[in-house]
T-cell receptor
């Protein structure tokens, strides 16, 4: 079965609001986590990553939080914009392996 | 743009046929990974090539095979196509083995098997 899952398949937010996309994983050996954004008809685009020795990492308008105790990962997008509308995937790899395990994705829809 | 190019972008095959998909990695990247993405699903790892050798493989049958060339470009071959092989095939390049580095994905080749 999948080791990575998402709590919500779809998320609708208003432009300017903050978005939070959640992800659960089951493999305790996972030590590297990445968030990808995939727009329609395109390949996944790297957003931000975090290693298991950290619990928070910030980028431009995005923050990833990692809670290893409950095996939970979240992506926060500040001041969500229409261009943020896409499917967001979390992915993990155990023991810095060679394969990323992706979840099914959350569709983010930003409404005006 | 990631600098990873894939061809063809779309193709239609019939069951039992064979297909070859191609990928040019980003300049300077020596590792290519292939993923299969079924409609509405997340990508699934097929295999990875590093310096022309298969470096790791996911849960895919032997009829999925690949090559990496000295210029680090790569091919994915699928024999005896089945209906369930219909998917978007993504190529990703990176520098070095493993998934620890950032993967740069191409826009994929969409395969339809009839």
């Amino acid at each position: 079965g999948e080791s990575v899952g998402l709590h919500l398949p779809t998320l609708s937010v208003q432009e300017g609001d903050n978005s939070i996309i959640n992800c659960a994983y089951s493999n305790s050996a996972s030590d590297y986590f990445i968030w990808y954004k995939q727009e329609s008809g395109k390949g996944p685009q790297f957003i931000i990553d975090i290693r298991s020795n950290m619990d928070k990492r910030q980028g431009q308008r995005v923050t990833v939080l990692l809670n290893k105790t409950v095996k939970h990962l979240s992506l926060q997008i500040a001041a969500t914009q229409p261009g943020d509308s896409a499917v967001y995937f979390c992915a993990e790899t155990p023991n810095s392996g060679y394969a990323l395990n992706f979840g099914k994705g959350t569709s983010l829809l930003v409404t005006p | 743009e990631t600098g990873v190019t894939q061809s063809p972008t779309h193709l239609i095959k019939t069951r039992g046929q064979q297909v070859t998909l191609r990928c040019s990695s980003q300049s300077g990247h020596n590792t290519v990974s292939w993923y299969q993405q079924a409609l509405g699903q997340g990508p699934q790892f097929i295999f990875q090539y590093y310096r022309e050798e298969e470096n790791g493989r996911g849960n895919f049958p032997p009829r999925f095979s690949g090559l990496q060339f000295p210029n680090y470009s790569s091919e994915l071959n699928v024999n005896a196509l089945e209906l369930d092989d219909s998917a978007l095939y993504l190529c990703a390049s990176s520098l070095g083995q493993g998934a620890g580095g950032e993967l740069f994905f191409g826009e994929g080749s969409r395969l339809t098997v009839l």
